[in-house]
């Protein structure tokens, strides 16, 4: 199981609710609610927290890396 280290865990906040992380198994879980009433939770991959809304991971997951280094050495801005 990835673990997070508890003073990466004592500044990390979660970007819903501003409220601070604890983990769960091989998550990370808001100590707050959001405003659905259910606390955010956010994957640990290799040992890295993806502190991404799940809307903004799937879009991100869905775009591949491979896109952000397109632009990369043909002088254009990505």
Known sequence: MP????ELLSVL???MTGSALVQE???LVAAVAGDS???PRYAIED???LLLPPELLAAATAAGSDQHDSARGTGQTA
């Not at 673990?3 to 508890?6: A, D, E, G, L, R």
């Open 3 to 6: 673990h997070v280290s508890p």
């Open 13 to 15: 906040r979660c970007p």
């Open 25 to 27: 198994g091989e998550e």
């Open 37 to 39: 009433g259910v606390k």
């Open 47 to 49: 040992g890295i927290p």
